[in-house]
């Protein structure tokens, strides 16, 4: 059975879910609005694209979004599609079958110092999968007009040989963890057995070094320049084990990183009983397919060895109706955002089905994960929220807000795929307009070259602290310990440097400036 069969598929599915008598799963989730709890919202941020299919952040808080079809990258800045649209058309995809296409992208840890972009896409012209970086060029700190472009012969193709033999289970995902190493996920290729076969490229995450490749087009990577030392298969005889992080995957399409710790959490898509969340703490773990699917025994003949593997922290009952999971991850709300959601839901992991539309939660409890407990308004017991049908991504925002994409709306026709956000309740307090305890400036030099430095003015008397965090939300150095101030104007300079003496990579940083307990932000371009 296939695991993730978008348009034209979803116009073959409804037909046969209404013959199969189960269509009205489809008919309330088709909302272009998802049903979410009170203190909620659910807002359109850009809509009529072409079959979305996934998205990436740049550091200053512009979106990059994949269509996967059109094989499209587009660029989102402040709700509106940037000037230059699209970015770029990536060569070669072959968007054959419902699963193929042009299926994820990720930015370089180093941004705007290192301009690259990753993409994973099924390769036309020849039966595999790869994973290609390109160079992009224009506004690259977002302080201008917002433009990006690529050009396609830019292309360094890290890897371009993972079996594509049919269409479906390709994975599609690319992160970056808080290693800076790369994460990528492959779906086993319809091979149930190839899952536990850690030469095979199929079925795995893997994880790749990019930071020794050269600049400029070329490729493929060799695999001793991409395979970092620390990997749990490093010592194999085989050059394709010693990239793989996790195996025993039936099709990992989504997988999300914990900002918190680094961890994995994956969406493995289910055959016929069970979908499943896995929670890949450490290098090296099996999952079990096919010798399990859920936490439940799969009979299945293979003459490679078959182990059980580690459980799934959750999974759920997919029988009687076309199942495909999507994981959101673990909520955690960054550092220095507008909004976010309350803390009770810090922690928790968020998935959604892709066909059945529902949303859910869950939360740890006595050491397991469990379906948390339910909230004011939440429609049933079980799921968080619904109507969210061709949800095949999610992110959380800068914003805190929880953005998703939705590859069709309910007709289920192209040019119809929208970027959408869920929001709550400001829970940060902001400065009422035109009552502004203080007023924090621009940062200088921009882009900072080693160094940058912050200054703002009180209008009255007040306890002020300062702190520099990460695009992901951590701590990097604490420049002010809370202290009362003086009205007037204030400054110091951030030299680059952490809370342990370390200099920080380029990239984007934000200031956060507390006076009285409101925030104020700025944010910081560093180069070096």
């Given amino acids: 059975m296939r695991s ?24 309330p989730a088709a909302r272009a609005q998802g049903t979410i709890p009170a203190g909620f919202s659910d807002s359109l941020l850009v809509g009529g694209l072409d ?17 996967q079809k059109s094989a499209k990258i587009r660029l989102i800045r402040n709700g509106v599609l940037a000037a230059t649209d699209p970015v770029a058309t990536v060569p070669a995809v072959n968007t054959s079958g419902s699963e193929r296409g042009l299926l994820g992208i990720t930015v ?46 830019t292309g360094y193709d890290l890897l371009n040989d993972a079996p594509d033999q049919f269409f479906n289970h390709n994975g599609g995902t690319l992160r970056f963890g808080h290693d800076n190493m790369m994460y990528a996920s492959l779906g086993e290729d319809a091979d149930a057995c190839a899952a536990q076969d850690t030469v095979s490229l199929r079925g795995v995450i893997l994880r790749l070094d990019v930071s020794n490749l050269p600049p400029g087009p070329g490729g493929p990577a060799p695999r001793s320049l991409v395979t970092p030392p620390d990997n749990p298969f490093a010592g194999h005889p085989n ?28 969406g493995d898509v289910g055959e016929n009983k069970y979908e499943e969340i896995d929670h890949v703490m450490a290098g090296g773990l099996c999952f079990g397919w096919p010798a399990f699917e859920g936490g439940v025994a799969h009979p299945i003949s293979c003459t490679n060895a078959i182990v059980r593997g580690t459980d799934p922290v959750y999974y759920y009952d997919r029988t009687g109706f076309t199942a495909a999971v999507i994981c959101a991850g673990a909520y955690h709300r960054p550092a220095g955002a507008s909004g976010g959601f309350p803390a009770e839901y810090e922690g928790n992991v968020f998935f959604n089905d892709y066909y059945a539309g529902f949303l859910r939660r869950i939360a740890p409890s006595d050491g397991v994960w469990v379906i948390a407990a339910p909230v004011a308004g939440q429609g049933d017991p079980i799921n968080w929220g619904s109507g969210f049908v061709a949800v095949s991504d999610w992110v959380v925002g800068p914003d805190g807000a929880l953005w998703y994409c939705r590859q069709s709306n309910a007709s289920f026709q192209n040019n119809t795929g929208e970027i959408r956000r869920i929001i709550a309740s400001a829970t940060l307090s902001v400065p009422p307009a035109g009552e502004a305890a203080a007023e924090f400036l621009p940062p200088y030099p921009t882009p900072a070259p080693g160094f940058a430095n912050l200054s ?28 009362q101030q003086n009205a007037g104007p204030h400054g110091t300079t951030w030299d680059g440097i952490d809370d342990q003496g370390r ?17 104020y932000e700025r944010r910081i371009p560093l180069i070096r």
Avoid: K
Avoid at 459 to 483: I, K, M, P
């Fill in 108 to 153: 370089d840890p180093g941004w705007p110092a290192r301009p690259y972009l990753y993409i994973h896409c099924n390769n036309a012209g020849t039966s595999t999968i790869r994973i290609t970086r390109y160079t992009a060029a224009g506004d690259l700190t977002g302080t201008g007009d917002g433009g990006l472009t690529v050009d396609p012969a």
């Fill in 503 to 519: 200099a920080a990579r380029p990239g984007l940083f934000v200031a956060r400036l507390l006076v009285d307990g409101v925030a």
């Fill in 239 to 266: 050059a394709n084990a010693r990239l793989v992080w996790a195996l025993g995957l039936r099709n990992p399409f989504r997988f999300q990183v914990d900002a918190l710790d680094g961890t994995l959490w994956v």
């Fill in 456 to 483: 703002w003015v009180l209008r009255r008397a007040a306890q002020v602290e300062l702190t520099v965090f990460d695009a992901g939300g951590r701590r990097v150095r604490q420049l002010v310990r809370a202290e």
């Fill in 51 to 67: 079959f979305p299919v996934g998205m990436a952040f740049l550091p200053d808080g512009r979106l990059l979004v994949v269509e």
């Fill in 4 to 27: 993730f069969a978008p348009h034209p598929a979803l116009r073959l599915l409804r037909a046969a879910l209404a013959v199969a008598g189960i269509l009205a799963l489809l008919v």
